[in-house]
């Protein structure tokens, strides 16, 4: 099979919404649909179409059906260890029968790309500690930091 990758477009709205909510997709993934309302999905997906909003989104298509198989998010901010803007790889998903087959490569190398070419110093993620799978491609394409994430309890 053969992969296009490229940045997200309107036409690819129902498609994507699907990859990220739909049955078997990202939100279902990380158990967090109760997380995720409708709202947050139509914003989501307006930032990466707003030219304003540092917030992006790049696709990967079957070449052969035209469809989406799987997508990576990412935004860049400002860093204080840094003076160039540092890239966050936000999400990164392919769909469980395209996996394995190098897409998520492509996807993560499309974002070193695009990080490249928004003058960004550095690019990285996070990614669940029990996420074995994903993490045998992460130590081929890029490097433990050594820091572990913390975050604010919930609000009560």
Wanted: net charge positive; proline share 4%; charged share 25%.
């Amino acid at each position: 099979m053969s992969v296009i990758i490229r940045p997200i477009e309107q036409k690819d709205k129902e498609e994507w919404i699907n990859l990220w909510t739909g049955p078997k997709g990202y939100i279902e993934f990380y158990k967090s649909s109760d997380k995720i309302t409708p709202e947050i999905t139509e914003t989501t997906f307006k930032r990466f179409l707003d030219p304003q909003n540092p917030t992006y989104c790049n696709i990967a298509v079957n070449s052969e059906t035209g469809k989406l198989i799987g997508f990576a998010t990412y935004l860049t901010h400002t860093n204080t260890w840094a003076l160039e803007d540092s890239c966050y790889l936000n999400d990164l998903f392919v769909s469980e029968s395209n996996r394995l087959g190098g897409v998520g490569r492509k996807l993560i190398e499309s974002v070193y790309e695009a990080a490249d070419k928004l003058g960004c110093a550095k690019t990285y993620w996070h990614t669940q500690f029990e996420n074995h799978r994903a993490q045998l491609l992460y130590v081929k394409v890029g490097v433990k930091d050594g820091f572990l994430k913390y975050s604010r309890p919930l609000k009560k």
